[in-house]
């Protein structure tokens, strides 16, 4: 079956996960490659099986290369403390999933991995180069464009909301999640690929060191009762990996062109993964 056709199967069953994003209306019928809604309002399913919910263009800052480079890196195991620990949050029963900012889409994958194949996923980016290269992967999940401040998605749909190091809109968040739904939030803690930091940026560099202490806060505030635990654990980066490792992250971007080689020349065999991943539950 063509990735169009299977995506239009997904919409048949699902489409009042959906809602459009100019009148706000629930989907209300699919019609060949679109959803409709009430007023009329269509959008339409890429080739590629997506669909794209942006009412403008957005420019990603994430490239091709360095998306491919970010999904060989999670392929070989960058992410699968984490992913494991989302899993391990999950219910027995069959979860509506949602993948905030899910980029290449590895991360959602690799959750639908631990699960029974009952459940329903949707991950969603600003990145269109990073949704065609989530289509691309053996899963069930379905992905779209859309924007995180305006999410095209009907109130109270989703049972588990995961965001992996994107940005976060509470409000938007409260409102798809359904009664008694989880949002399983992960952020970077200070040792967060510290060697790559530390080798890349010198002493004194505001670079040189991370803190999440906003982040954490403003969760806190909009969800007092929330949980939190540490994962942290060491992850080995072959040599023909550690190009990408160098790729995959925005470090590179305002670093010095000598030093970034400087570090290409000295690959180090091993990366630290160290995160804390919030729990929250929606009353």
């Known amino acids: 079956m063509k990735k169009i056709d299977r995506a239009a199967a997904f919409l048949s069953q699902h489409a009042a996960l959906f809602r459009c994003p100019v009148c706000h209306q629930p989907y209300a019928q699919v019609v060949g490659h679109s959803l409709v809604c009430p007023q009329e309002h269509n959008v339409d399913l890429s080739k590629k099986g997506m669909l794209y919910f942006m009412q403008r263009a957005v420019k990603s800052e994430y490239d091709d290369a360095m998306l491919a480079a970010r999904r060989r890196m999670l392929q070989a195991g960058l992410f699968a403390g984490i992913t494991d620990a989302f899993a391990a949050e999950l219910g027995s029963a069959p979860e509506t999933l949602l993948d905030v900012g899910c980029g290449e889409g590895t991360p959602l994958a690799d959750v639908l991995a631990h699960r029974t194949g009952d459940d329903t996923a949707v991950g969603f980016d600003l990145s269109k180069p990073g949704i065609n290269l989530a289509t691309q992967l053996a899963t069930n999940a379905f ?84 949980t939190s635990q540490r994962i942290r654990y060491q992850v080995p980066v072959a040599p023909e990996r550690f190009a990408d490792l160098m790729l995959m992250t925005p470090m590179h971007w305002g670093a010095d062109q000598a030093r970034l080689a400087a570090v290409t020349a000295a690959p180090f065999s091993q990366i630290t993964v160290d995160v804390t991943l919030l729990q929250a539950r929606n009353s």
């Open 143 to 226: 992905f779209c464009v859309a924007d995180l401040a305006q999410m095209p998605f009907s109130d109270h749909q989703f049972t588990t909301i995961l965001d992996l190091f994107s940005p976060s809109a509470y409000k938007e968040f409260n409102r798809v999640l359904a009664p008694g739904g989880q949002l399983l939030k992960v952020i970077p803690n200070a040792d967060y690929l510290i060697e790559l930091r530390q080798a890349i940026f010198p002493a004194g560099n505001a670079h040189a060191q991370y803190d999440n202490g906003n982040v954490l806060r403003l969760f806190q505030e909009h969800y007092p009762t929330a």
